[in-house]
């Protein structure tokens, strides 16, 4: 996809898709924004404000307004917005110009009571709120109960009251009447459904079990907690009820309890992601540097910064960078561990985020997915760096362990197991 940078000239309007209430505030202020941060809220807010009386279109507004009126730069509007996006609030449009023009369509937010039961929005919001203010919101959303059992129902049902009448026929079209908009939160998912399907047992209707809201869930439990095909065959064979077909809460259940069963019973957050299998090199490559590549790829963001902490867990500031890079940057568990090692390695142990979102910028326009790329690239971004410096060799200049190693194969033997063992309990 091509992408688009956004400048303070550009314009935008802005177009409401639902019908939007003070309720919604209330859903956005006590639920979402935990989740999506204070920045992406009063984005989603002002547009809102944006909207003209009638609450249906804006007039056109320069982002300069935004820079402004939210006093964010150019660069936070950009990322509260991708968000905004990414949870399903907002719908971006644009058509490219000298000054390009942006549309950005709103949609209601979850309810509470769809927010509350979502397999992944549930679950990053008690990660990030921890239980006892998690517990608060919930009440906050509770009906209370009333004792009816001495009350008897006399409420009248529709035909006792109205009498049927004949009319002329009409037609009505319906299509641009307005009503309530909700998006998908957006996951971009290679799970694979081809080889679940098939490793179910044979008097299982597959075609009837896994619908189309079935399927959303599993990619949605396979995300949050990091359950690959093979493992999620295995609980959803515990999940059937006696109809034959899958129980949604005891799939949630079992995938909740297989993650805080590998997890000492810690919930997911997004930092403890690893590299998708997908992206990962084969095994079977047994040089120093492939044993690096394997442990970028095994090891989660969080796991490593923790390992170069010496054990130590990492500061909330540093966990957000982190978080930043995956959400905001959307690059890959590994990559995000490679940048991190060439930053600490090459700028005195420190995570400046100014550098390592300049260098995340440019990583993500050049797509880089894998380990290996995000190497190569670490690498020839140095020796750029050192070719600014008048080829000059730096003093005590440090590189990243894995700088300029050649790969070439040995032959595996039970020293070579050793060694993986040892580089792997650095990132242990």
Known sequence: MERYELM??????????????DEDRKIITNLYLPVIGMEAVM?????????????????????????????????????????????????????????NNYIYQMYSPASASEFLSHPILNIVLYSNVGKNEYDNLVKTFKLPRFNTSNYI???????????????????????DIRKYNKLRLNINSNFDFNFLISSMPKNIDTNRVFTKEIKELIINL??????????????????????GTINKEELRKSSRNYYQFDNGGMLPTIIDNTQPEYLRKPIGDTSRRAKMIYTF????????????????????????LIEDLLIDYKLKPGVVNVLIDYILNTNENKLTRGLVETLAG??????????????????????????RDNNNIIKNDKVPSWFDKEIKKETPDEDGDNQLEELLKEYK
């Open 153 to 175: 129902d006399i409420t009248k049902s529709f035909n006792d009251v109205f009498e049927s009448v004949s009319l002329t026929s009409y037609d009505l079209s319906l299509e």
């Open 362 to 387: 440019e990583w993500q326009r050049l797509g880089i997915e894998t380990v290996e790329d995000a190497m190569n690239l670490a690498e020839k971004e140095h020796k750029k760096r050192k070719k």
């Open 222 to 243: 396979s995300f949050i907690y990091d359950i690959d095909a093979i493992k999620m065959s295995n609980i959803i064979k515990g999940c059937f009820n006696d109809k």
């Open 297 to 320: 790829e095994t090891i989660s963001p969080r796991d490593l910064l923790i390992s170069k902490n010496n054990g130590i867990e990492p500061t909330r500031r540093d966990l957000k």
């Open 43 to 99: 984005l989603y807010f002002s547009l809102w404000s944006d909207l003209d009386t009638s609450e249906i279109v804006s007039k056109d507004f320069s982002h300069q307004k935004l820079v402004s009126s939210l006093r964010m730069t150019i660069n936070e509007i950009e990322r509260a917005r991708q968000k905004l996006e990414a949870i399903g609030l907002i719908k971006t449009l644009v058509k490219k110009g000298n000054i």
């Open 8 to 21: 303070p000239a550009d314009t935008y309007v802005v177009i409401n898709k639902t019908i939007l209430h």
